[in-house]
């Protein structure tokens, strides 16, 4: 059975005995090594850091053992920094590099229509989808979209801003991915060609890090990119997007909790030899406090969680409005 639910109190003393007590690192090996296989899989897409916690398919004490032993193999922060190393030492760049290259195509391939995905591919490509779902149901209860400025930060092959700017908003979308940014174009253009009624505002799509935007617009969404940013940094992230936004700032991102983060740190352990970028887990307080300090209240939250994505969502409103 997937490990689907937090770990029981009896469970999580095995953990911290395991540990604790090094003779129990043999076992856990033992056990994780049969789980190998079954983890190959999850490797494949497990690499350059999403916002999904993968984790093999074990179960009862494999599944401790499974997580006891994420915490004493490998080196996940030494092969992170050689990585980023081998970047130029910019980590911003290395998850640049990332998503114009290798991660362009396996990612360009999730988030499309594609037959030739595993079923764990798939299930990233609908809890993404269901995250996008819920940020077009949450504007659309606001009185849609149409005539409405949206910046989508982070854009990726387009999920959010393609359907917003059919629906009629004035979408500036950009993404750290020229590769990215360039997908996302063709793609609107594709929807056009198969008759989509085009927009009164043509969508724009250029490359750009969320750091160098500049701009104002009613909406600013950032989906599933906070990820790549550490605490220390996503505050002054969150403060630099809400000076974009007029009225509301709509934020996913992965959430840390016990659980999760044991479930994120079998996934390094299991990252496979191309993970390039870090995968950063955030508390909800502290991402609430952050959009408080900006001046936002937080007005709306959800969270869709699948086998292998798990996303937390948070709708913020600008207080007093602008």
Same mark, same amino acid.
């Given at each position: 059975?997937?490990?689907?639910?937090?770990l @029981?109190?009896?469970?999580?003393?095995?953990? =911290?005995?395991?540990?604790?007590?090094p003779?129990?690192?043999t076992?856990? =090996?033992?056990?994780?090594?049969?789980?190998?296989?079954?983890?190959?899989?999850?490797?494949?897409?497990?690499? +350059?850091?999403?916002?999904?916690?993968?984790?093999?398919? !074990?179960? +009862?004490?494999?599944?401790?053992?499974?997580?006891?032993?994420?915490?004493?193999?490998?080196?996940?922060?030494?092969?992170?920094?050689?990585?980023?190393?081998a970047?130029?030492?910019?980590?911003?760049?290395?998850?640049?590099?990332?998503?114009?290259?290798?991660?362009?195509e396996?990612?360009?391939?999730i /988030?499309s229509?594609?037959d030739?995905?595993?079923?764990?591919?798939?299930? $990233?490509?609908? +809890?993404?989808?269901?995250?996008?779902?819920?940020?077009?149901?949450l504007?659309?209860s606001?009185?849609? !979209?149409?005539? $409405?400025?949206?910046?989508?930060?982070?854009?990726?092959?387009?999920?959010?801003?393609?359907?917003?700017?059919?629906? #009629?908003?004035?979408?500036?979308?950009?993404?750290?991915?020229?590769?990215?940014a360039?997908?996302?174009?063709?793609? /609107?253009?594709?929807?056009?060609?198969?008759?989509?009624?085009?927009?009164?505002?043509?969508?724009?799509?250029?490359?750009?890090?969320?750091?160098?935007?500049? #701009?104002?617009?009613?909406?600013?969404?950032?989906?599933?990119?906070? $990820?790549h940013?550490?605490q220390?940094?996503?505050?002054?992230?969150?403060?630099?997007?809400a000076?974009?936004?007029?009225?509301q700032?709509?934020?996913?991102?992965?959430?840390?909790?016990?659980? /999760?983060?044991?479930?994120?740190?079998? +996934?390094?352990l299991?990252? #496979?030899?191309?993970?390039?970028?870090?995968? /950063?887990?955030?508390?909800?307080?502290?991402?609430e406090?952050?959009?408080?300090? @900006?001046?936002?209240?937080?007005?709306?939250?959800?969270?869709?969680?699948?086998?292998f994505?798990?996303?937390?969502?948070?709708?913020?409103?600008?207080?007093?409005?602008?």
């Amino acid at each position: 059975m997937l490990l689907a639910q937090p770990l @029981a109190g009896a469970q999580a003393a095995d953990l =911290r005995d395991s540990v604790q007590h090094p003779s129990a690192n043999t076992a856990a =090996r033992t056990a994780v090594s049969s789980q190998l296989r079954a983890s190959t899989e999850v490797a494949e897409v497990a690499d +350059g850091g999403s916002p999904l916690l993968s984790f093999a398919t !074990v179960g +009862g004490a494999g599944a401790v053992a499974a997580i006891s032993a994420a915490f004493v193999l490998g080196d996940p922060a030494k092969r992170r920094a050689e990585q980023t190393k081998a970047a130029g030492g910019n980590e911003k760049a290395a998850v640049q590099s990332y998503f114009n290259t290798q991660g362009f195509e396996r990612w360009s391939k999730i /988030y499309s229509e594609s037959d030739e995905v595993s079923k764990v591919q798939k299930d $990233i490509r609908d +809890g993404h989808a269901q995250t996008v779902d819920k940020v077009l149901a949450l504007l659309d209860s606001s009185g849609g !979209v149409k005539g $409405i400025s949206i910046c989508d930060a982070g854009c990726g092959t387009g999920s959010l801003a393609i359907p917003l700017a059919l629906r #009629g908003a004035a979408v500036s979308a950009s993404d750290i991915s020229q590769a990215m940014a360039g997908e996302s174009r063709s793609r /609107y253009e594709a929807e056009l060609a198969k008759g989509a009624a085009a927009p009164s505002t043509a969508p724009t799509f250029e490359a750009s890090d969320l750091e160098s935007l500049k #701009g104002q617009w009613d909406t600013v969404a950032c989906l599933d990119v906070l $990820i790549h940013y550490d605490q220390n940094n996503v505050d002054g992230m969150i403060r630099h997007l809400a000076s974009l936004a007029d009225k509301q700032l709509i934020l996913s991102f992965a959430p840390k909790t016990l659980y /999760y983060s044991a479930l994120k740190r079998v +996934g390094e352990l299991f990252g #496979g030899k191309n993970k390039a970028t870090r995968a /950063y887990l955030h508390a909800e307080a502290d991402i609430e406090a952050a959009l408080n300090k @900006a001046g936002f209240d937080v007005v709306h939250k959800d969270l869709t969680a699948t086998s292998f994505y798990f996303s937390r969502l948070f709708q913020a409103k600008r207080k007093g409005g602008r």
